[in-house]
């Protein structure tokens, strides 16, 4: 069992920065992948990110490539999303997952977290 807990959303300019944090609880988090995905008002839940067990492979969707990373701690039992050149469309409720396998489908994902909202202002 994974607990998962966001943090470090909030209020942004566009061009500006913010760093998400999600830690996790249970003493398997270095077996599993971890994803995060975000979901805008009106709009379906979408892949942003993911990285593998040992941080050794990550993946990115088209619209945040060049600008946002995913890395891991797993001593600290922590994945993180560094998000740069924020635009207003990055605005949404951004969501850390875990999983045993690493990729874009969110069904994939076992252990979700609450989310943590990004707004950025153009």
């Known amino acids: 069992q994974v607990q998962l807990v966001e943090s470090g959303g909030g209020l942004v300019q566009a061009g500006g920065s913010l760093r998400l944090s999600c830690a996790a609880s249970g003493r398997t988090f270095s077996s599993y992948a971890m994803g995060w995905f975000r979901q805008a008002p009106g709009k379906e839940r979408e892949f942003v990110a993911a990285i593998n067990w040992n941080g050794g492979s990550t993946y990115y969707t088209n619209s945040v490539k060049g600008r946002f990373t995913i890395s891991r701690d797993n001593a600290k039992k922590t994945v993180y999303l560094q998000m740069n050149s924020l635009k207003a469309e990055d605005t949404a409720v951004y969501y850390c997952?875990?999983?045993?396998?690493?990729?874009?489908?969110?069904?994939?994902?076992?252990?979700w977290g609450q989310g943590t909202q990004v707004t950025v202002s153009s």
């Open positions: 997952a875990a999983g045993r396998i690493w990729d874009r489908i969110a069904g994939s994902y076992d252990y």
